[in-house]
């Protein structure tokens, strides 16, 4: 089967609360899968592969073989296609662990789009850093505040 992989990461100032918007179409189109991930803290670059291997983990579990993945990072795809090194560390550990899913399918492509093209997976992406800093607001709301006095 195969697939078209849109991802995008995003965060909310850089390092920031990140997520993961993830949109796999088959062949003709139809949509079979959106995923957002709420990732904790990340800079863009890390949401940005950790978006690629979340909807390369999902091509996997739908039974995809051929699997281009869509990205409007230039830095993701030109690292992944070999054009620039990865000297992040962090990185390098994402990036081998991207490539070994990769290897699983009979034909792998990473393609830069642009950002206008991605809007969906964007929009993924950027909606559940929003719905979970609005949780954490709300929660903070509800919990009495933590103090160091131990005195009670």
Known sequence: ???????????????????????????????????????????????EYCALIIGLREAKRLGATNVTCWTDS????KQLNGEYKIKNARLRALSIEAMQLAREFAHFSVRKVEREKNREADKLARKVIKENLARKGKDKKRSPRKTNDLSE
């Not at 995003?10 to 088959?26: H, L």
């Open 1 to 47: 089967m195969k697939v078209s992989v849109h991802t995008d990461g995003a965060c909310s100032g850089n390092p920031g609360p990140a997520g993961a918007g993830v949109v796999i179409t088959d062949s003709r189109g139809n949509i079979l899968r959106r995923i957002k991930s709420f990732l904790g803290q990340a800079t863009n670059n890390v949401a």
């Open 74 to 77: 230039e830095l993701l795809e």
